[in-house]
């Protein structure tokens, strides 16, 4: 029984995988810092001319590529039996994993993944890196609850300009480009063609091409069938033509790198990362700054920018005290642009026509004894709470109804100022509604918040409570409490 492999500043415990030529360790630094690493461990008895290249590309490749979806190399060491390369730890296990666990991933977190791998590879190609072994298990997630992937494994990595030749037989054979089976000369874009059977796999629970044997595998591939979309599914349809276009047996009709990336469905130009967060608030600046001035129409431009970058920050918030106050920050960025487009169309005219003028009188005394209006408003006020807590639908439902109660509660009323004050609250609660419904439109273009129709999520509504329960992926459960 081989002893296990030791390192004077760690302290070794359960063993995570074990590949080729290499063992993956998780470990403690014993000094310091209590950080938690993993230790790829090679023996050197067994090392190859092959394996020795193998590490030293991956070494080499870790210590210039530097980004936040790509597993750090922290350091390396050797000694009589082992080269040890210390990584950072994933505590998420691999994406292969992930997608077994939960069978399939709805496209809301796939595109958060596909976003995160995109922007992984294209800091790749800037450095002329092809990774050549793109596939779930060489793709690492940070933790469960709010996983963030990072692509690891360069082992069988190359530097090669997307339009260099190679030859060499590379990757997994279920990931592997068509032009590698084949043993054709290829290039970088096989990469490309690895990232269309992932996103497949991601969305679907299996790769288009899944086989028994070796030989199964290499028809399926040779054959001139299109790849198709399993029937009924339900997949945006920019996220299919992407598919489909990554997808090509011939590299020459695939999609290419610089189309990939500037692609509208990976969107890496409004991905959550604190560049694009400050993008979005300098143009809620120059929004109110337009406001201010009267250009209407600048800031109305302002505003919707800045959604495009700031919305998709919502989903990506883990502390829910900022995820809340940035939601009634976007409803209220939401409201002001819709408030502005009326004031546009008005050409400047007056805007406030059903405010009355006698501010005397008290809602609550005006409402006080009558059920439907106490009822209509009380629906209301939650509907607010409900929007603001992010449950949407449930908010929009509740808007509707107390509106319907509202509108012919206050027909009702005798003419005068008490009708009037109940028609500018109407009218208040209305605006707010039509401002619900553009700000749930801002977030389904983004495609990024987990609606209550999700596949990803589940609604419980507990009998004999006022509470709305959401399960998300990870299986935890969120609140939105009707107060």
Not at 291 to 299: C, L, N, P, R, T
Request: with cysteine.
């Amino acid at each position: 029984m081989s002893l296990l492999p030791s390192l004077p500043d760690f302290l070794f415990t359960e063993k995570l995988g074990k590949g080729s030529y290499a063992t993956v360790y998780k470990a403690y630094r014993k000094s310091g810092k209590r950080e938690v690493v993993a230790v790829k461990c090679i023996p050197i008895s067994t090392v190859t001319k092959a394996a020795v290249d193998n590490i030293i590309t991956e070494i080499s490749i870790l210590k210039k590529v530097k980004h936040e979806n790509i597993v750090e190399l922290k350091d390396f060491q050797w000694d009589s039996t082992h080269i040890y390369l210390i990584l950072e730890y994933c505590s998420g296990g691999d994406l292969s994993n992930f997608i077994k666990s939960r069978r399939r991933l709805p496209e809301s977190v796939v595109h958060k993944f596909l976003q995160q791998l995109a922007a992984a590879l294209k800091v790749l190609r800037s450095n002329n890196i092809s990774h050549m072994d793109l596939k779930p298990q060489n793709i690492l997630l940070t933790d469960f609850k709010q996983p963030v992937l990072k692509l690891g494994d360069f082992g069988l990595s190359q530097y090669l300009h997307s339009n260099k030749e190679a030859t060499s037989f590379r990757g997994s054979p279920l990931y592997m480009a068509p032009e590698i089976l084949l043993k054709q000369v290829y290039d970088a874009r096989v990469d490309l063609w690895s990232v269309g059977i992932i996103l497949y796999e991601c969305l679907f629970g299996q790769a288009p091409f899944s086989s028994k044997t070796f030989t199964e595998l290499a028809e399926k591939i040779k054959s001139s069938n299109p790849i198709e979309i399993p029937y009924g599914a339900d997949v945006s349809p920019k996220c299919r033509e992407l598919i489909l276009s990554l997808l090509q047996r011939d590299p020459n009709q695939r999609i290419s790198f610089e189309e990939f990336f500037n692609h509208s469905y990976v969107d890496l130009e409004h991905m959550p990362t604190p560049e694009t967060f400050n993008k979005g608030i300098d143009l809620v600046k120059e929004a109110v700054k337009a406001d201010a001035s009267k250009e209407y129409k600048e800031s109305i431009k302002y505003y919707s920018q800045a959604l495009e970058y700031l919305v998709p920050h919502l989903n990506n918030e883990s502390n829910p005290t900022k995820r809340k106050e940035l939601r009634k920050k976007l409803l209220e960025y939401v409201s002001r642009a819709e408030e502005l487009k009326a004031l546009s169309e008005c050409n400047g005219s007056e805007s406030s026509k059903s405010v009355p003028k006698n501010t005397s009188l008290s809602l609550g005394d005006v409402i006080q004894g009558k059920p439907q209006l106490e009822k209509g408003f009380f629906l209301a006020e939650q509907a607010d709470a409900l929007a603001v807590d992010g449950c949407y639908e449930d908010a929009g439902h509740l808007y509707k109804n107390a509106l319907e109660i509202l509108v012919t509660a206050v027909a009702e009323e005798t003419t005068g100022p008490k009708k009037d004050l109940l028609y500018a609250e109407v009218n208040k609660w209305m605006k707010k509604a039509e401002d619900l419904k553009s700000f749930q439109n801002v977030l389904k273009r983004q495609r990024k918040l987990m609606r209550l129709n999700s596949v990803s999520d589940t609604v419980i509504f507990t009998k004999g409570t006022d509470s709305v329960g959401i399960r998300t992926l990870d299986g935890n459960e969120s609140s939105c409490t009707i107060q």
